[in-house]
């Protein structure tokens, strides 16, 4: 482990000396012109401001013209780097610009958007596969109903993806694999799986808690291949540093603090019972309850209907690969009534968690690693804190 730790640091120095380097390059014009996404979008006064990615960075800027809804789409735009820090390069930043142009759709997203009639949904389902944003609205109510980490790409994801392409090449590689039956099939049939989900990720601009998701399935697969305990805490340790090591400022992000605190949960869920199909079910709504504490403090909404949560997250795996069936098929927009119907019971209300109340859930959450009264007792708090949602 001392050994690891010290390749971590190494890595880390060399990895910000490269961040430096491209920093520089970056900087090196004063005036720069970039292709980025649009992610966010909001009216402020008599402009408007936009959230803008690329692969490199994320950057803020302003715009007087009156704009469309661009929330996913694509632009070319020249900014000024002048004042840009190293910090808000590893971040984000603002920069003033000019010269917007709007950029054709590329073929997948526009392949998705014309399978649906509104383009909230289009998006829901670009975030879906793509991992690309979705309209305010949309999130406050997914938010609302506790099922907006069923939209984001996460580990969920990853692991309906993986369970496919494993299923998948099995077929294949078992015929091919009498003819050198010295390999170990699921080694390998498990490297071709990570190398397809790598290329998910490269495809979807790397979100980070499919990063977090990916690079713990990467520690486990090769824990599992040489006899190690994967269900030991000190896993998550471990993958916090390479998660900073190769995707630095990423592990700083909503999207991965709250993707880390579900493996968390889950690891401490499976420090008490064991992993079969029966607790599996009953793991839903486990992290329904102890994962709402967090949703509350961070976004402040709930619903009438939040408790179908855990019923829909158990459904999910079927509607999602139900919908990349009618997509590559055309027919995306087959089960659109049933999205909005779901989305029509987010109707928000406003909930109130404060930071001592989530720190306390925190600390006792750290102490149900080893005492067994706190981890029943998180769940009680959970659920109070879901019942007092409805008050």
Not at 51 to 66: A, G, H, Q, S
Not at 109 to 118: A, C, L, N, P, Y
Not at 325 to 336: K, P, T, Y
């Amino acid at each position: 482990m001392k050994l690891i730790l010290k390749l971590l640091l190494l890595f880390s120095i060399v990895k910000f000396e490269f961040l430096f380097f491209n920093y520089l390059s970056f900087i090196y014009k004063p005036r720069r012109v970039i292709e980025a996404r649009v992610i966010a979008q909001y009216k402020k006064r008599d402009y408007y401001v936009l959230k803008l990615k690329n692969r490199e960075v994320t950057f803020y800027t302003t715009t007087y013209e009156d704009l469309k809804n661009l929330i996913n789409d694509k632009l070319r735009l020249k900014i000024f780097t002048k004042n840009l820090s190293f910090l808000g390069y590893l971040t984000s930043f603002y920069a003033p610009s000019y010269d917007i142009k709007l950029l054709p759709l590329s073929k997948v997203d526009k392949f998705i958007e014309i399978q649906h009639k509104e383009r909230k949904i289009s998006n829901l389902f670009r975030a879906l596969f793509l991992g690309e944003s979705m309209d305010y609205q949309t999130r406050l109510a997914l938010s609302s109903l506790g099922i907006a980490h069923l939209f984001a790409l996460s580990g969920l994801h990853l692991g309906i993806i993986s369970f496919l392409v494993f299923f998948i090449v099995r077929l294949f590689y078992s015929f091919f694999h009498k003819y050198f039956p010295y390999r170990n099939l699921y080694f390998d049939v498990g490297l071709i799986v990570l190398g397809v989900e790598f290329l998910y990720l490269y495809f979807t601009n790397f979100p980070p808690s499919l990063i977090r998701a990916y690079l713990l399935e990467v520690i486990l697969f090769f824990m599992f291949f040489t006899l190690r305990d994967v269900l030991r805490f000190r896993v998550l340790g471990l993958l916090l540093g390479v998660s900073f090591l190769f995707f630095t400022f990423s592990v700083f992000t909503l999207g991965f603090l709250l993707s880390f605190l579900g493996v968390f949960y889950i690891y401490l869920f499976f420090n008490y019972f064991k992993p079969n199909f029966k607790n599996s079910i009953l793991l839903s709504f486990y992290l329904f309850v102890v994962m709402s504490v967090y949703s509350f403090y961070f976004f402040h909404k709930s619903s009438d209907f939040i408790f179908l949560a855990p019923f829909i997250t158990l459904l999910f795996p079927f509607f999602y690969v139900v919908e990349v069936v009618l997509h590559l098929l055309n027919m995306g927009g087959s089960l659109d009534f049933l999205v909005k119907g779901v989305l029509s019971l987010g109707k928000v209300r406003e909930v109130d968690v404060s930071l001592v109340e989530v720190l306390v859930f925190l600390f006792l959450s750290l102490m149900a690693i080893k005492k067994k009264w706190a981890f029943y007792g998180i769940n009680v708090i959970g659920l109070i804190f879901v019942l007092r949602s409805f008050l």
